[in-house]
């Protein structure tokens, strides 16, 4: 069946530094990956989505490509900031049914 | 636009007893999905309803748990002889039509049970 895993539970950077969150996914159908963002005590939102091969999305600083060859939509940006604190999921439609297919989520905790 | 409306946002039960838990979704939104996050489990797919109906629930547990949608402006997730283990926030989420639609979440219900 459709699956999403992300490799990093938590992850610790300085403000200012580049981070990149990891993200794989298995389906046998054409898939259309996103990235949702929850800050503490808050609902997840939407950062990012795509379902085009080798194509960079961006929002807000974040970006992603969308690479079918690796099913992979890593998260990316080139400088963190304390504000990016939060959980980040990564999850995926695949089409085989009508939900979305989480991942278990990276804590990213940004410092001064 | 109110966003994704859920009430309460925190529920206290005793084991044993009943726990309902309310969803209005965004207005004009057909689809309307149930998740329940924990820290251990992350955030699991409960339940969907697609312009009312029940399409699927694979997510829900088989015994106790159940969720309706009597009409397009709200859905309830009731859990009834409620365990420890359901302790958990319980998301609503609606979209436009499903699937790979962006899904916009409510602030989830706190459900803790002692």
């Known amino acids: 069946g459709d699956s999403v895993t992300q490799t990093e539970g938590l992850v610790t950077l300085t403000k200012g530094l580049p981070v990149m969150l990891n993200c794989t996914y298995q389906t046998t159908y054409s898939p259309f990956l996103f990235w949702y963002v929850q800050h503490l005590n808050e609902a997840p939102k939407l950062l990012l989505k795509s379902s085009t091969d080798n194509k960079r999305t961006e929002h807000q600083g974040f970006y992603a490509t969308l690479h079918k060859s690796s099913s992979s939509f890593h998260l990316q940006k080139s400088s963190v900031q304390l504000s990016d604190s939060a959980l980040y999921f990564c999850?995926?439609?695949?089409?085989?049914?009508?939900?979305?297919?989480f991942g278990t989520g990276t804590l990213l905790s940004v410092k001064p | 636009n109110a966003g994704v409306i859920q009430t309460p946002r925190h529920k206290v039960t005793g084991k044993g007893q009943e726990a309902t838990l309310w969803c209005e979704p965004i207005s004009g939104h057909s689809a309307v999905f149930w998740y329940r996050q924990t820290i251990v489990q992350g955030l699991e797919f409960l339940t969907y309803f697609r312009n009312q109906a029940p399409i699927d629930d694979s997510g829900m547990p088989k015994e106790r748990f159940s969720a309706q949608m009597p009409n397009q402006s709200h859905s309830t997730l009731k859990i009834q002889s409620t365990q420890p283990q359901d302790s958990a926030v319980y998301l609503c989420a609606s979209s436009l039509v499903g699937g790979r639609y962006e899904q916009y979440f409510g602030p989830g219900t706190r459900l803790t049970v002692l």
């Open positions: 999850a995926l439609y695949g089409g085989s049914g009508n939900k979305l297919i």
